[in-house]
Every structure is written in C-alpha cells, then in structure tokens.
C-alpha cells in the first residue's frame, strides 16, 4: 500500500527557513491531490497548501500565502513546502496527505486517501 514519510522538520528562529518533503512510495501512487496540513498544541487541524497533478494549481491559506511555497516532483513522487520568514505561530506538527485516484474534492477538503506521520516544526521568537 501507499505510505507517505515527511522529512525536514525541525527548530528554527523566527525568520528562518525549512522545507518540509513528503515522498510516496507505492507502485501504484499516483498523487493527484496532495496537500500540506498543521496541527498546534490545543488546535485543530489546519489546511497549509495543496496541489494538484501538474503543478499549475496550488493554494495556499491566508495565514501562510506569500511566505510558504508548495511544489512537487513526480517522477521522484515526492511534495516539498518550502517555509520562508517563519513565525512562532507557524509552529506545530505538520502532515502530509495524498490521493492516489481523482476523487473532485478540492486540496483544502481533510479526506485524503493517506496520511504522513507527521513532523515537527518549532519556530522560537
């Protein structure tokens, strides 16, 4: 079956950079829908970004746009987010997810096919 494994979290000042990646493995993956999602402490899980298959479309929540920035690279099946002028509120546990088939849900929407285990990024003022 299709497991998804995060990389690249970690402690950071506010200000800094990480860039989290997300690679699938699976004979048949596919990722057609994928997308980045946060958890903090107390808090509900949260869309971060998404993208589809081409890499043309992406979206981003309103708290991250213009700072973080979701790209893919299919033949190593693998979705990067890159995190610029990171904020302490930006910390929290931060998962991957994917679609291995074209469901017309939009990356926002939480029910994904597969779940990453999550890594975690600390932002310190």
């Known amino acids: 079956q299709v497991q998804l494994v995060e990389s690249g979290g970690g402690l950071v000042q506010a200000g800094g950079s990480l860039r989290l990646s997300c690679a699938a493995s699976?004979?048949?993956?596919?990722?057609?829908?994928m997308g980045w999602f946060r958890q903090a402490p107390g808090k509900e899980r949260e869309f971060v970004a998404g993208?589809?298959?081409?890499?043309?479309?992406?979206y981003y929540a309103d708290s991250v746009k213009g700072r973080f920035t979701i790209s893919r690279d299919n033949a190593k099946k693998t979705m990067y987010l890159q995190m610029n002028n990171l904020k302490p509120e930006d910390t929290a546990v931060y998962y991957c997810?994917?679609?291995?088939?074209?469901?017309?849900?939009?990356?926002?929407?939480?029910?994904?096919?597969?779940w990453g285990q999550g890594t975690q990024v600390t932002v310190s003022s």
């Open positions: 699976g004979r048949t993956f596919v990722g057609y829908r």
């Open positions: 997810a994917a679609d291995h088939r074209v469901r017309f849900l939009m990356v926002e929407s939480p029910d994904y096919d597969y």
């Open positions: 993208v589809r298959w081409s890499g043309d479309s992406t």
